[in-house]
């Protein structure tokens, strides 16, 4: 027994649906033979003649209407079992549409590509935070440079929603940066800054959150100006212009950020 999967897309909508009926025949074991992105009839021909000397079963997914209508009248001049499982269902929605049918072949592998697209940024986003992973640091779209608590993770991950992979590496006085950061061309760096003030207030609600109230290098104010003069002297090197993000929201800043990219 052949069973022929032919799409004028990837072809794996077809071969789950074969796949998932398959599991109600276990005695039957056919042969499967997949022919995906066929999009022309000349393209179609052949592959139906070999079905035809096979005797094979022939599934078909096809969204252009020329290979649908190539396919059902083949079948019938040559007794051919023809499964057709995307024309019924179009032809009831088309009923009840007020648009015609985008007749786009690959949507559903475009959306999941986009998909696993937007996990992979994420996966990425999460591996390359405060730091981590430098030696792939080369991979990223992205990478963000700023003193602690400057938005880098949030910003991080909402720029990983827009598809980009993107690093983030905190900037400490006494450690000094990854020389690797200093290959990279400059437009692809983003330096974060904050005021002072601002910077010791949400340092200070991040301590008291951890159940510390006493203030300490972290906190006091003359220690974190002296981390963002040094921050900027950072910048300076690299020839980046940092975004402030004093009075911006993560989404404020990753638009800020974007539009630098375009």
């Not at 983003?190 to 006493?214: W, Y």
């Amino acid at each position: 027994m052949v069973i022929y999967i032919i799409s004028d897309a990837v072809g794996a909508t077809a071969k789950r649906v074969v796949q998932a009926t398959l599991l109600q025949y276990p005695a039957l074991t056919p042969d499967i033979r997949t022919y995906p992105f066929v999009n022309k009839v000349a393209e179609l021909k052949p592959i139906l003649a070999d079905a035809v000397k096979e005797q094979a079963i022939v599934v078909v997914t096809f969204v252009t209407p020329a290979l649908v209508d190539y396919a059902t009248d083949f079948a019938q001049q040559h007794q051919l079992q023809l499964v057709d499982y995307m024309s019924p269902l179009m032809q009831v929605l088309g009923q009840h549409s007020p648009q015609p049918p985008l007749a786009q072949p690959g949507i559903l592998h475009t959306i999941n590509a986009d998909y696993f697209k937007k996990v992979a940024a994420l996966d990425f986003a999460v591996a390359h935070d405060d730091g981590q992973n430098l030696q792939t640091l080369t991979q990223a779209d992205l990478v963000i440079l700023g003193v602690s608590r400057t938005s880098k993770t949030p910003v991080s991950l909402y720029l990983a929603e827009q598809r980009l992979k993107v690093a983030n590496i905190p900037l400490l006085p006494n450690n000094p940066l990854n020389d690797a950061v200093y290959h990279l061309p400059h437009t692809q760096i983003v330096g974060l800054t904050i005021s002072p003030e601002r910077l010791q207030k949400v340092r200070q609600t991040r301590m008291a959150a951890l159940g510390l109230t006493q203030d300490n290098y972290y906190t006091d104010v003359a220690s974190i100006k002296a981390e963002l003069a040094y921050a900027h002297q950072v910048f300076a090197q690299l020839k980046v212009t940092p975004i402030d993000t004093t009075e911006r929201s993560v989404e404020e800043t990753a638009a800020l950020i974007l539009k630098q990219l375009t």
